[in-house]
């Protein structure tokens, strides 16, 4: 058993500002060691991510008390039974969504979610269905089988991608989940070709992974369309070629082929479909409140031949598509340091919460 200090989501629903109500407490928890398939991880770096702050607000219902926390990487210090392909020292990313590798949704090669990996992080164990957390003898949930707001970890072989030690904590962590899911939306769906325009609606970490992506094509221009003038100002320094509010992208006529909302509400995916082509792609990777309708005419994308396609982790598979983006990032052509708003404290992270709400953060890392 070993003793570790980690941000745990003690109520859901509290009322901000969070810095004031203090939903997450830091405290000492006991971590069980790694069972056969799983293995300990020290963190090293993890991302402040709008799916932590839905747990907080109430969007996603999980079970409390949970340590939060699923953006983030770390060096192996212990390997349980059964893994053998990792070693004691390397540097890994965790990956929230782990994949079994054998159901129905593995099958689909990142176009589904592994089923045991879903039913595993709703309920708040690991893959294989146990709980390592616990404070004063009672368990503590895991969010998303990384738990990744804490100095030590043990997740599921499955959630682990190792990297080379070339690659920098803070670059690794985001590789995890804002670079899988907005950038493998890119790469993984709306595969641009050269010439034709990528349009992404909302810049938070995933939107701007997503610019960031798309940047990386050759011969791609990039429209960044968000309701925040610093998020445009953002956009513009990561290379972005057009910046629009969504009134304002509608004004000028804005039509792209791939457009890609990253920003899990309702007018901004209207807005994507609107800003969508004939013929095109809208590629929605944002997560609404679960009772978030929107309204749109099924004629258009009947007679313009339009699609709309979900996209849950950028329909990615961590195994195959991390080590992609770290190629991409030794080559200069994707450089995700760019993304990180402010480096944090644990003890800040209500605060944290607050300033993701606010939408005044990109990328807001906690390091240890």
Same mark, same amino acid.
């Given at each position: 058993?070993?003793?570790? =200090?980690?941000? !745990?989501?003690?109520?859901?629903?509290? /009322?901000?500002?969070?810095?004031?109500?203090?939903?997450?407490?830091? $405290?000492?928890?006991?971590?069980?060691?790694?069972?056969?398939?799983?293995? %300990?991880?020290? &963190?090293?770096?993890?991302?402040?991510?709008?799916?932590?702050?839905?747990?907080?607000?109430?969007?996603?219902?999980?079970?409390?008390?949970?340590?939060?926390?699923?953006?983030?990487?770390?060096?192996?210090?212990? *390997? +349980?039974?059964?893994?053998? $392909?990792?070693? *004691?020292? %390397?540097?890994?990313?965790?990956?929230?969504?782990?994949?079994?590798?054998?159901?129905?949704?593995?099958?689909?090669?990142?176009?589904?979610?592994?089923? /045991?990996?879903?039913?595993?992080?709703?309920?708040?164990?690991?893959?294989?269905?146990?709980?390592?957390?616990?404070?004063?003898?009672?368990?503590?949930?895991?969010?998303?089988?990384?738990?990744?707001?804490?100095?030590?970890?043990?997740?599921?072989?499955?959630?682990? !991608?190792? #990297?080379?030690?070339?690659?920098?904590?803070?670059?690794?962590?985001?590789?995890?989940?804002?670079?899988?899911?907005?950038?493998?939306? !890119?790469?993984?769906?709306?595969?641009?070709?050269? +010439?034709?325009?990528?349009?992404?609606?909302?810049?938070?970490?995933?939107?701007?992974?997503?610019?960031?992506?798309?940047?990386?094509?050759?011969? #791609?221009?990039? #429209?960044?369309?968000?309701?925040?003038?610093?998020?445009?100002t953002a956009a513009s320094g990561l290379g972005a070629h057009e910046l629009y509010t969504p009134g304002a992208a509608a004004d000028a006529g804005i039509k792209a082929p791939i457009?890609?909302?990253?920003?899990?509400?309702?007018?901004?995916? %209207?807005?994507? &479909?609107?800003?969508?082509?004939?013929?095109?792609?809208?590629?929605?990777?944002?997560?609404?409140? /679960?009772?978030? =309708? &929107?309204?749109?005419?099924?004629?258009?994308?009947?007679?313009?031949?339009?699609?709309? *396609?979900?996209?849950?982790?950028?329909?990615?598979?961590?195994?195959?598509? *991390?080590?992609?983006?770290?190629?991409?990032?030794?080559?200069?052509?994707? /450089?995700?340091?760019?993304?990180?708003?402010?480096?944090?404290?644990? $003890?800040?992270?209500?605060?944290?919460? $607050?300033?993701?709400?606010?939408?005044?953060?990109?990328? %807001?890392?906690?390091?240890?």
């Amino acid at each position: 058993m070993l003793r570790i =200090r980690g941000a !745990v989501l003690e109520r859901i629903g509290s /009322p901000r500002p969070y810095a004031q109500s203090r939903p997450i407490s830091v $405290d000492e928890l006991d971590l069980a060691e790694p069972e056969a398939g799983e293995l %300990q991880v020290r &963190i090293e770096a993890a991302g402040v991510c709008h799916s932590d702050l839905s747990v907080v607000d109430g969007n996603r219902i999980r079970p409390v008390p949970m340590l939060l926390g699923h953006e983030a990487a770390g060096i192996v210090e212990r *390997i +349980g039974a059964d893994v053998s $392909d990792l070693s *004691i020292g %390397q540097r890994v990313v965790m990956a929230f969504l782990p994949r079994c590798g054998h159901c129905a949704g593995c099958a689909t090669e990142g176009l589904t979610p592994c089923e /045991p990996g879903s039913s595993a992080n709703t309920a708040g164990t690991l893959l294989g269905g146990g709980m390592r957390l616990s404070r004063s003898g009672r368990p503590v949930y895991h969010h998303l089988g990384v738990s990744g707001f804490a100095t030590h970890a043990v997740v599921h072989r499955a959630s682990a !991608v190792p #990297v080379s030690p070339g690659v920098p904590p803070a670059v690794a962590a985001l590789l995890g989940c804002a670079v899988l899911t907005g950038g493998g939306a !890119v790469l993984n769906v709306g595969k641009p070709l050269p +010439g034709q325009t990528v349009v992404v609606v909302g810049l938070g970490g995933v939107g701007m992974a997503a610019v960031l992506t798309a940047l990386a094509y050759d011969d #791609v221009r990039v #429209v960044a369309v968000d309701q925040l003038p610093e998020k445009l100002t953002a956009a513009s320094g990561l290379g972005a070629h057009e910046l629009y509010t969504p009134g304002a992208a509608a004004d000028a006529g804005i039509k792209a082929p791939i457009v890609i909302e990253a920003a899990g509400h309702p007018a901004a995916l %209207q807005t994507a &479909i609107e800003l969508t082509s004939p013929g095109g792609r809208t590629i929605t990777v944002g997560l609404p409140p /679960p009772d978030a =309708r &929107i309204s749109v005419s099924p004629l258009g994308f009947v007679a313009e031949g339009r699609s709309l *396609i979900g996209s849950y982790l950028g329909s990615a598979v961590p195994a195959r598509d *991390i080590p992609r983006f770290v190629e991409m990032w030794r080559a200069g052509r994707l /450089p995700v340091e760019s993304l990180v708003s402010s480096t944090i404290a644990l $003890d800040d992270i209500n605060a944290a919460m $607050d300033r993701l709400a606010d939408g005044t953060a990109v990328r %807001q890392l906690i390091a240890f």
